[in-house]
């Protein structure tokens, strides 16, 4: 009969902070391998992609974490699992203080989405550096306690479990965008209130209410684009397609008011109505405010009395464009 060695006296310390850390980890994989395009737009933000593509850094880092969040979950206290990860709590720190500092000074928009909860968790540069200092830092140094030493360096199960879901999480990441998950991996899904998709926190804070405050009442169907293909670029014939449908729906008096939002600068937006005449209310909207509310461009939605009900993947569906022209 093998003598099984009993286990450190603070053996439950350790492994409970490890699995803490572990579902940290991975509920910061699962906000980001929803929409891993924001993902990679943070990585430029932060100027990581020198070496190799955003989009390609992208999913090595989700499949990283996703691995080291795995092991931790499973109990694999070894030393090549906590002393990377170690590290990597000491890069996630570096990165929200960076961006911190630089909101401080007025270097960067304190508005955009901080820390290694992507687009889903709505956070200052500040709270992203506290909330990690507290969620990261306490589990990852309690998980080196009552660590056994007498356990094998690389638990065959269990590694290989860390092994396939870490590959499983680059493949989801990498099909993902092609997933009809915008409502699972934005912040706007049928149900929310106008008032309550924001940008910025405070005295600061920009909604979409008050940049579009039309959408509190009535009935509205919301389009938001990228204009610069049609304002000096290259031409987008669907979207080009969707606006005369779109002036044409405007017309009616009887069907919902058409909206069309867009990050374009002045200068594009001036382009758009004079080479595109929309008869639609064009807004100008803060890139923050916008990029969490959708994966790709386009994307529309149904606003009744301030309310979102329907959101669609792309351009509105010809029925609804129909609808708007000639209502019921």
Known sequence: MTNVAPRPRLWWVGTIAAAVLGIVLL?????????????AEQIRTEKLDFLVPAGTLA???????????????????????????VFLVTFFLFLTGRAWWLSAHGLRDAAASCGCFGNLVQRTPAEAFWQDLL???PPVLLAFVGRRRQAPVIPPVRT????????????FAWKSPQLPLDDLATRLRPGVRVDGLCAGSG??????STVAGGLQKGDNLVVIADISKLSGGAADPALAAAVDQLNTAAGN????????LTAATPEQLTAFNWTMGPVFQVIEAPPELLRPLYRQLPRSFRVKDGRVTETYAGLPPPTQVAAARNPA
């Open 27 to 39: 509920v910061a994989v699962w906000a980001k391998v929803l929409d891993p395009a924001a993902f």
């Open 59 to 85: 999913l090595f880092a989700l499949a990283l974490e996703a691995a080291f969040g795995l092991a931790l979950l499973l109990g694999v206290r070894r030393l090549w699992v906590l002393v990377p990860a």
């Open 135 to 137: 969620l990261l830092v």
């Open 160 to 171: 290989a479990v860390v092994a396939l879901g870490a590959v499983a999480v680059a493949l």
């Open 203 to 208: 005295k600061g804070a920009v909604c979409l």
């Open 253 to 260: 008096p009887d069907g919902p008011k058409i909206w069309l």
